[in-house]
């Protein structure tokens, strides 16, 4: 992804013109696209939403979305609205005090937004056009007349952006064909829903599926695929259409779909032939051979060879499978270390950053990051990731960032400490010293660290800042206490099912000697059966308790408590449940066979 990423939604679905029909879309199309886009797992745009402004307004929300923008950014503008033609054929935007026969007056020109963006800094520019064209008039009302149908994407295309900038524009129709809502153009007796291209879009970025490489990321090419499939399924009416002058691929999103896919090179037939050889020796010289292919920097290459070796490791004999899940384990995602802590930073501060450094074979190296957390953001730099923690949410921050290759996951945790600007622990200048200006600031000083993952074997890790005991983040052992507690007491209460057991067995063996004489009664009571069993009833249920205790706290206050200690916590929890609840079972089955056979024995 791109240093900074920036979408504006203009969405119009209510008009004073009455001859102006109303939309049921557009603020659907918003609500769903804001959602979508913002999502730091999907889009990670920053969003801003225009909804029915007066066309004054929208003018000048356009151009300040252009303005004061770097080489580096990517702008994405989409409109959900009427569109409509001049008698000259000119393409206006409706607003929501648009008056259809003063169309330059009360409208927003398409000449206007082309403006903008050929003259903004950014380095790559997105329009999406959802708007209805030429229907966009009620039947006796006034329109505009019609002078030839209105191209749109020769409406923008005709006066290309400033040189060596990147732009796109993907419409939902062209000409005088209608953007449908759903099955119709507009309907207000129909529920709200989005129309049926920026559905399309919505979904294909939530789901996924908009990855048709199977790469990991959803380019602008993949998402027009996509939506044009989609719309001409659900209405073959309707078609979508593109213009574009990118240099390169334009990654719009994130793809939310499992693991990456590679599309991978068959091995060679000599290769795929000794495989199946019978000969030991030969399929071992083949696992070798693969084991070089893995490591090639073609990836369609080391798929395929990859491929093989999990066939290999699946079907083989043990001493040739083991070979192969040996060099399976090399391209393998091993982040070094799997925790990064960022420690006390100031409230509202720049976003502090790490470096992750991406190491071993090409294959092992591809992967994708997708952060679990809103204020977790990942930025891709010509050596791996770079992590940014946001700083404006105040409070213990504790999130996961998943990394998604081509065999595996891992997970990199990543911890931080938002405090107040000027609350505990932040180092103030000694008195008397000044910092220089090219010294960074006490708060900002000893906050990168560099992730290494790959196989072992790679460069060792960077040795990490010491932690100072201000910075030490909380811990807290309430949680692995009682987890420890559920435990003991479940250990108890099968020691004294089992003690119960066996004097239980011995008062039965006695009843049985004594004939017509005795009964279970007085036996069960000479040899203190039932204390134990009760005992172990007690101390079952408590376990359940503390160990329930244990995991509600672990989970509410997950801030308090490191990694290790969760993950000690909930084994513990697991063992003592798996112990207590058999010994109640079987505690509860032997008291009810004493209550119900004691009369009658």
């Given at each position: 992804?791109?240093d900074?990423r920036h979408a504006?939604?203009?969405?119009?679905d209510r008009?004073?013109?009455?001859?102006l029909k109303?939309l049921?879309a557009?603020?659907?199309d918003?609500?769903?696209l804001?959602?979508?886009l913002h999502d730091p797992?999907?889009?990670?745009?920053?969003?801003e939403v225009v909804?029915?402004?007066?066309?004054?307004?929208m003018?000048?929300?356009i151009?300040g979305f252009?303005n004061?923008?770097?080489?580096?950014?990517?702008?994405?503008?989409?409109?959900s609205?009427h569109?409509?033609?001049?008698?000259a054929?000119?393409?206006?935007?409706a607003a929501?005090?648009t008056?259809?026969?003063?169309?330059a007056a009360t409208?927003?020109?398409s000449?206007?937004v082309?403006?903008?963006?050929s003259?903004t800094r950014?380095?790559r520019?997105?329009l999406f056009?959802?708007?209805?064209?030429?229907g966009?008039?009620s039947?006796g009302s006034?329109s505009?007349?019609?002078?030839g149908?209105?191209?749109v994407?020769?409406?923008?295309a005709?006066?290309?952006p400033v040189?060596g900038r990147?732009?796109?524009?993907?419409?939902a129709?062209?000409?005088?064909e209608?953007?449908?809502e759903g099955?119709?153009?507009?309907d207000?007796?129909?529920?709200?829903?989005p129309?049926?291209f920026t559905?399309?879009v919505?979904?294909?970025l939530?789901t996924?599926?908009a990855d048709?490489?199977a790469?990991?990321?959803?380019?602008?090419?993949?998402?027009?695929?996509?939506?044009?499939r989609q719309?001409?399924?659900?209405n073959?009416?309707?078609t979508p259409?593109?213009a574009a002058d990118l240099?390169?691929e334009?990654?719009?999103a994130?793809?939310?779909?499992?693991?990456?896919k590679?599309?991978?090179d068959d091995?060679?037939?000599r290769?795929?032939?000794?495989?199946?050889s019978d000969?030991?020796l030969?399929?071992q010289?083949?696992?070798?051979e693969?084991?070089?292919?893995?490591?090639?920097t073609?990836l369609a290459?080391a798929?395929?060879?990859r491929?093989?070796?999990?066939?290999?490791?699946?079907?083989?004999?043990?001493?040739?499978?083991?070979?192969a899940?040996?060099?399976?384990g090399?391209i393998?995602?091993?982040?070094?270390?799997?925790?990064l802590?960022?420690g006390l930073?100031?409230k509202g501060s720049a976003?502090?950053k790490?470096?992750?450094?991406?190491?071993?074979p090409?294959?092992?190296?591809h992967c994708?990051?997708?952060?679990?957390e809103?204020?977790l953001?990942?930025?891709p730099?010509?050596s791996?990731l770079?992590?940014h923690?946001?700083?404006?949410?105040?409070?213990?921050?504790?999130g996961?960032?998943?990394?998604?290759?081509v065999?595996?996951?891992s997970v990199?945790?990543?911890?931080?400490?938002?405090?107040p600007?000027?609350g505990p622990?932040r180092?103030?200048p000694?008195p008397?010293?000044?910092?220089d200006?090219?010294?960074p600031?006490?708060?900002a000083?000893?906050?990168?660290?560099t992730?290494?993952?790959?196989?072992?074997g790679?460069?060792?890790?960077p040795e990490q800042?010491p932690v100072?005991p201000a910075?030490?983040p909380r811990?807290d052992?309430r949680?692995?206490?009682?987890?420890g507690?559920?435990l003991a007491?479940?250990?108890a209460a099968?020691?004294t099912?089992v003690l119960?057991?066996?004097?239980?067995v011995?008062a039965?063996?006695?009843r049985?000697?004594?004939?017509?004489?005795?009964?279970?009664e007085?036996?069960?009571r000479?040899y203190?059966a039932?204390?134990?069993?009760i005992?172990?009833?007690v101390?079952?249920a408590?376990?359940l308790?503390a160990?329930?205790v244990a995991?509600h706290?672990?989970e509410?206050r997950q801030?308090?408590?490191?990694?290790q200690a969760?993950?000690?916590?909930?084994?513990l929890t697991?063992v003592?449940?798996g112990?207590?609840?058999?010994?109640l079972?079987?505690?509860?089955l032997?008291?009810?066979a004493?209550l119900?056979g004691?009369?009658?024995?």
């Amino acid at each position: 992804m791109t240093d900074s990423r920036h979408a504006l939604i203009i969405a119009n679905d209510r008009y004073t013109d009455q001859g102006l029909k109303k939309l049921r879309a557009p603020a659907q199309d918003a609500a769903a696209l804001e959602k979508v886009l913002h999502d730091p797992q999907i889009g990670d745009f920053e969003v801003e939403v225009v909804h029915n402004a007066s066309a004054d307004v929208m003018r000048r929300r356009i151009q300040g979305f252009f303005n004061d923008r770097r080489r580096a950014d990517t702008l994405l503008l989409h409109f959900s609205c009427h569109g409509l033609k001049s008698e000259a054929g000119e393409l206006y935007f409706a607003a929501s005090d648009t008056e259809p026969p003063l169309l330059a007056a009360t409208a927003v020109p398409s000449q206007f937004v082309r403006s903008c963006m050929s003259v903004t800094r950014a380095g790559r520019t997105v329009l999406f056009l959802d708007c209805c064209y030429g229907g966009a008039f009620s039947r006796g009302s006034s329109s505009v007349r019609a002078s030839g149908d209105v191209n749109v994407l020769e409406s923008f295309a005709k006066d290309e952006p400033v040189s060596g900038r990147g732009w796109a524009v993907i419409t939902a129709s062209d000409s005088m064909e209608y953007a449908f809502e759903g099955s119709q153009l507009a309907d207000d007796s129909s529920a709200p829903q989005p129309s049926v291209f920026t559905h399309a879009v919505v979904d294909g970025l939530e789901t996924g599926e908009a990855d048709l490489d199977a790469d990991g990321k959803v380019s602008l090419d993949d998402l027009y695929e996509y939506v044009f499939r989609q719309v001409q399924e659900q209405n073959p009416h309707q078609t979508p259409k593109k213009a574009a002058d990118l240099h390169g691929e334009l990654h719009l999103a994130h793809s939310r779909r499992g693991r990456i896919k590679i599309v991978a090179d068959d091995s060679p037939p000599r290769l795929q032939t000794a495989l199946k050889s019978d000969d030991v020796l030969t399929r071992q010289g083949a696992v070798l051979e693969l084991q070089k292919r893995l490591q090639h920097t073609e990836l369609a290459v080391a798929e395929g060879a990859r491929q093989h070796l999990e066939e290999v490791a699946r079907n083989d004999i043990q001493q040739i499978a083991v070979m192969a899940s040996d060099a399976l384990g090399k391209i393998r995602l091993a982040p070094s270390p799997d925790h990064l802590d960022f420690g006390l930073v100031p409230k509202g501060s720049a976003p502090r950053k790490q470096s992750v450094t991406m190491h071993g074979p090409p294959l092992a190296r591809h992967c994708v990051a997708q952060p679990k957390e809103s204020w977790l953001r990942v930025d891709p730099t010509g050596s791996g990731l770079e992590v940014h923690v946001d700083t404006a949410t105040q409070g213990r921050l504790s999130g996961d960032i998943v990394l998604k290759g081509v065999a595996d996951e891992s997970v990199i945790h990543v911890e931080a400490e938002v405090a107040p600007a000027h609350g505990p622990g932040r180092t103030e200048p000694e008195p008397g010293r000044a910092h220089d200006s090219t010294t960074p600031p006490p708060e900002a000083d000893g906050k990168r660290q560099t992730v290494v993952i790959g196989p072992p074997g790679t460069p060792p890790r960077p040795e990490q800042p010491p932690v100072s005991p201000a910075r030490a983040p909380r811990t807290d052992r309430r949680a692995p206490a009682l987890a420890g507690t559920a435990l003991a007491l479940a250990v108890a209460a099968i020691g004294t099912l089992v003690l119960a057991m066996q004097r239980a067995v011995v008062a039965i063996v006695e009843r049985g000697e004594e004939g017509v004489h005795g009964t279970i009664e007085d036996n069960v009571r000479e040899y203190g059966a039932l204390t134990p069993l009760i005992v172990c009833l007690v101390t079952g249920a408590v376990a359940l308790v503390a160990g329930a205790v244990a995991r509600h706290d672990l989970e509410t206050r997950q801030e308090h408590y490191p990694r290790q200690a969760a993950s000690s916590t909930r084994a513990l929890t697991s063992v003592a449940k798996g112990l207590a609840i058999p010994a109640l079972v079987l505690a509860v089955l032997a008291g009810i066979a004493y209550l119900v056979g004691s009369p009658h024995w």
